[in-house]
């Protein structure tokens, strides 16, 4: 049996990054600032970074009257060519008579640059593994899993940048009475800059249980 479920997703977005801040006063000073602007949402930058998403999704296709939520803590950490990157959502999801909050999955992953550090177009590759971290079974999988990550970023405009992250993953230990698993997801993103520090962004996350054949496409626009 199939199913899907396709919401309206609205994102707010914090981000802290270590970077270098150019004053703006020339020319050049100004295309500078447009090049870190842009580099400050590639996932493949050589930075530090701490960002915190919340993805609201106002409506589920087939439950008009059900909505959900996620929040996501995200650390970023260069390490050589190697970018490592830890997600912990904080999803609130529907029940049957209520909805229920708490910790998700803790995964991590490590991306090997294969391109040229100084290319606007990047494009990395490495290993995933995800811990049973839920507070509760219906936030989590209850397995460990492991799997692969690719992320591709280019950043050739200064004024819009476009790339995606892709993820599979399967469960090899962990609940023996909690099914296994088998999840893919991608993770298209845009970014629209629109000067001094503000920018619009589309980044959805489709996720797909290859496991019971499900999926939901949520779609995406925040600032």
């Known amino acids: 049996m199939r199913s899907k479920v396709i919401g309206t997703l609205l994102t707010i977005t914090i981000a802290a990054t270590c970077m270098t801040t150019v004053a703006a006063d020339s020319e050049p000073a100004k295309a500078d600032a447009a090049r870190a602007a842009a580099q400050a949402n590639n996932p493949l930058a050589k930075m530090k970074a701490f960002n915190v998403h919340n993805y609201f ?3 589920l296709t087939g439950d008009t009257d059900r909505s959900a939520n996620t929040f996501w803590l995200r650390y970023a950490q260069p390490v050589g060519r190697v970018l490592l990157r830890a997600s912990l959502p904080v999803p609130t999801v529907p029940q049957a008579d209520r909805e229920l909050s708490g910790l998700g999955d803790f995964n991590v992953f490590g991306a090997y640059l294969l391109s040229d550090p ?17 507070s509760d079974d219906a936030l989590g999988s209850g397995k460990w ?20 992250l892709v993820t599979v993953q399967g469960s ?9 698993t088998r999840l893919a997801a991608v993770q298209p993103f845009a970014f629209w800059q629109l000067g001094k520090g503000l920018y619009l962004r589309a980044a959805p996350i489709w996720a797909f249980d290859l496991e019971n054949n499900s999926y939901h496409m949520p779609f995406s626009l925040g600032i």
């Open 57 to 59: 999704i106002s409506d």
């Open 145 to 164: 899993q492991a799997g692969a990550a690719a992320i591709l970023f280019d950043a050739s405009s200064p004024v819009v940048q476009w790339g995606g």
């Open 172 to 180: 090899f230990a962990g609940d023996d009475d909690r099914d296994r």
């Open 118 to 134: 100084d290319s606007p177009r990047q494009f990395g590759v490495g290993p995933l593994i995800a811990a049973p971290t839920a």
